[in-house]
């Protein structure tokens, strides 16, 4: 059998499954499914990354990335875009755009949100490495010299006092981000080489022989962020934060 034809080969986990994944008592809606594609789908994954012609990637301060838009994408994406589909994530609609991003050991991402052009689940297949996804709750409007209502004012304006929880996602697992989670809180990635595990890390459960106190060292990791944009739309992807 061709390499081409090895995604999609597994038994694929349906909408009525993806209750049991979710993520227990963080903010709706997180989902954490390991061994979501298997080592020689990541193997197969990770080397049509790397044989992308050098000028589909962008050079970026903190990685590098590849912006595939549309339909159809190369059938490997496809592939991948497809199984996540079968959740129904996404509703009716079909996965059409994907951000390949790759992360250095040591690299990072500033908190962020994904804003609102996308339906608003985001996806994430990950490859190649471990990472640490942080989350954070949100300045109020205007930031810290906002004189705003009571609440707003009770929010901490230090990136480590809004700091609120992690999620340690492992190689071959996809992560699913709604409600919640997608639209007020902001997540990121720290820039550097090893993560403490701690007790902040709310899906330990899900992260099979992985223990609080444990020092993971990154290694080079490629994230397949996968969402669909309204065709309506005229988007113009914001790649750093916002």
């Not at 689940?121 to 949100?138: E, M, R």
């Amino acid at each position: 059998m061709q390499k081409s034809e090895i995604l999609g080969m597994e038994k694929k986990i349906q909408p009525e499954d993806l209750a049991s994944f979710r993520v227990q008592n963080v903010p709706p809606v997180a989902y954490y499914i390991p061994d979501f594609i298997t080592e020689e789908e990541e193997t197969y994954l990770l080397s049509k990354v790397y044989a992308a012609p050098k000028p589909k990637w962008t050079q970026l301060s903190n990685r590098r990335l590849q912006n595939w838009g549309g339909l159809p994408h190369p059938k490997w994406l496809q592939m991948c875009a497809d199984r996540i589909q079968v959740l129904g994530v996404f509703g009716d609609n079909k996965p059409n755009h994907v951000l390949v991003n790759e992360y250095q050991q040591g690299q990072g991402i500033m908190p962020h949100e994904d804003g609102p052009l996308f339906y608003p689940t985001v996806t994430t297949v990950n490859l190649g490495s471990h990472t640490l996804l942080d989350f954070y709750k949100p300045l109020p409007p205007g930031g810290e010299g906002d004189a705003g209502s009571q609440e707003q004012a009770s929010v901490p304006s230090s990136e480590d006092q809004r700091y609120c929880m992690s999620l340690l996602l492992q190689p071959r697992s996809l992560l699913v981000l709604q409600e919640d989670l997608y639209h007020r809180f902001l997540h990121g990635i720290a820039e550097r080489a090893t993560d403490d595990v701690t007790d902040t890390v709310a899906n330990l459960t899900s992260c099979g022989g992985v223990a609080v106190g444990d020092t993971l060292t990154r290694d080079t990791r490629v994230s397949l962020t996968i969402r669909h944009v309204p065709k309506t739309l005229k988007v113009q992807l914001r790649l750093g934060r916002r």
